[in-house]
RNA sequence: GGCGCCAUCGUCUAGGGGCCCAGGACGCCGCCCUUUCAAGGCGGAGAUCGCGGGUUCGAAUCCCGCUGGCGCUACCA
């Protein structure tokens, strides 16, 4: 069997992280099996569609590296890939439903229908269709209101009144509802849009999917999809309701929670492997350890069996840590890049352009065992670009002389002397500065706090004296003389 | 209210009857390394496997009940 699986994302807003790692087991699944990945807009909801989502839905599988074989970009054979341009086949698949006597037109206004969910609630009943239309009797009642008000109708699936759906999940095994439990649900809206619940299986029979990953937020609806399917004489595919992404008090991960969207996560400096990576392990794992996984290892290993049923709270700490892993692993040249980037968006405007890409290769192994996010590293490495330090002299003395300002200024001054004849390379300048500081009887670590904030204007910083020998003997002669003149 | 899903350290997870008085990772704590901060190394705390029954010589693992969390119950997906 061909695997064909499907991301069918809803352009309402801002891709979701949740949604986004269910499209990441899509995609691992469909490469794993040598199949197709399709991208489908369900653009069924007139009401919360937003014109703007989709470039949004495709910028963020570009940016996790998802590509698809089909979608409304690139087309594909079983285009058009968006499901308002696909109406008819809807129709016609509710026509059909209504012609075999598996459905009806429901005339019925929504005010109505809100009032018999109140009343139902009210006793405590449940709260489904009353099932009027479904009697022609009660149907042209309802369409010779609705007409004389000049309403539209629904058509909603005839569900049968008795007996068991099951159905097998990949995840969760076989399960099974009672029908007493359904209503007679909406397929086709009054606009001629039909609901999700038509909708996909149209589509997914159309397009030959063979596998289904959704939330299990849809594991209710499910039985219905299997009676349209019946009723279709469509043989199901293979469905998985994957566990959802929760947020940090075990409630829907949404933005109370801080950041959903991929972008958010994208311009704070996560890098897009990292997130990839860390998406895929939740809810699925390799093994009992490894928790970096190549794409192409996660490929080769995902399976269905191994995803787990409970949903998972998104644990950014962790996300966090494996981005430094993964930026500490990059290729230099990569790195070198990135950060160039980075610095070219962060650095203040007074830095000239374009960012001094030598320069930035020569910074880059000092400080990425340091960096966990792209937005920390600007912080590390400013002072290499910048020309004016602005520090204070309670940070430049620090605790070591706080209390004996002249001491850090002589001791500064000796610090010029001594490294101003030298050579300027990191092993020099340490020597320098070391034989110093035995000679004035100060702590290595104190003089060296001193030179540092000196020259790079920060108590924290890259290793010194390759700062130093990067800075170059001028300018670090010129800050420290800067700073002597500051005390 | 009805229907359903889920349940192992704070979090992500391994585990599928004896290998587990439960392993790994993040985070946390301590030590080492060390010019700051990291990174790295070593070590530690942290889970009576939600609770109660049952099956079994033996249960985190199987069954039942309960509890809790969550979801669905729209002409939203």
Redesign the pocket.
């Known amino acids: 069997m061909d695997v064909r699986t499907r991301y ?1 994302p ?1 352009p309402t807003g801002v891709p979701h992280l949740g949604n986004l790692r269910t499209a990441l087991f899509d995609y691992l699944l469909a490469r794993h099996f040598g199949g197709q990945f399709i991208l489908r807009i ?1 653009d ?2 007139r009401t ?1 569609y937003d014109p703007n989502a989709l470039q949004g839905l495709l910028d963020s599988l570009t940016w996790l590296g998802i590509d698809y074989d089909e979608g409304p970009d690139i087309g594909g054979p079983f285009g058009p890939y968006v499901q308002s341009e696909r109406l008819a086949g809807y129709q016609a698949a509710a026509a059909r439903l209504i012609e075999q006597g598996d459905a009806y037109e429901c005339w019925c ?2 005010e109505r ?1 809100d009032a018999v ?1 109140a009343e139902q609630t009210r006793t ?1 009943q ?4 009353d099932r009027r239309c479904r009697e022609p009797q009660g149907q042209r009642e309802a369409r010779a209101e609705a007409e004389a008000e000049g ?1 539209g109708h ?1 058509v909603r699936f005839k569900t049968p009144l008795t007996g068991d759906v099951s159905f097998q999940d990949a995840i ?1 095994g076989e ?1 099974t ?2 029908l007493a ?1 359904l209503d007679d649900f ?1 397929m086709l ?3 001629g ?1 039909p ?2 619940h038509l909708a996909y299986i149209v589509d997914d029979e159309a397009m030959r999917i063979s596998h289904v990953l959704r939330g ?6 499910a039985p219905r999809h299997m009676l349209i399917y019946r009723a279709l004489g469509i043989e199901p595919p293979v469905i998985a309701h994957v566990p959802r992404v929760l947020g940090p008090d ?3 991960l949404s933005k109370r929670h801080g950041a959903t969207s991929v972008f958010e996560y994208r311009d704070q400096g996560f890098l897009p492997e990292a997130v990839f990576n860390f998406l895929a ?3 699925w ?1 390799l ?3 490894t ?1 970096i996984i190549s794409r192409a290892d996660f490929i080769e290993h995902f399976s269905l069996d ?1 995803i ?6 998104f ?1 950014v ?2 996300l966090t ?1 494996m981005n ?1 892993v993964y930026i ?1 692993d990059m290729p230099e040249a990569q790195l070198t890049e990135t950060f160039a980037a980075r610095l070219d968006a962060d650095l203040p405007a007074s830095v000239a352009r374009p960012i001094d890409r030598d320069l930035v290769a020569r910074i880059a192994p000092l400080i990425r ?2 960096v966990k996010l792209l937005s920390e590293v600007a912080g590390y490495c400013d002072f290499f670009f910048a020309e004016g330090l602005t520090y204070s002299t309670d940070e430049l003395l620090g605790k070591a002389f706080t209390a004996r300002p002249d001491d850090a200024k002589s001791a500064l001054e000796s610090a010029v002397i001594a490294i101003d004849g030298g050579t300027w390379t990191h092993d020099a300048l ?1 020597a320098s500065l070391r034989a110093l500081a035995d000679e004035l009887s100060v702590k ?2 104190d003089l ?2 001193l030179v ?1 904030v000196a020259a790079t204007g920060k ?8 700062s130093m020998a990067i800075l170059g003997r001028e300018r670090c002669l010129e800050r420290l003389r800067a700073a002597i003149a500051k005390l």
């Open positions: 069918a809803s369900e069924t909801d919360r206004s929504s229908l969910r405590k449940p709260p489904r269709y309403r629904v969760h399960m509802f009672a439990t909406v809206k009054s606009d849009y609901t999700y299990d937020e849809w594991i209710p609806s075990g409630s829907k392990l939740v809810g794992s093994d009992d350890k928790e191994r787990v049923k409970n949903p998972a709270v644990n700490e962790k840590w430094g500490r065992e340091r340490e290595a670590g060296f706090s540092r108590r924290v910083t890259p290793p010194l004296f390759e």
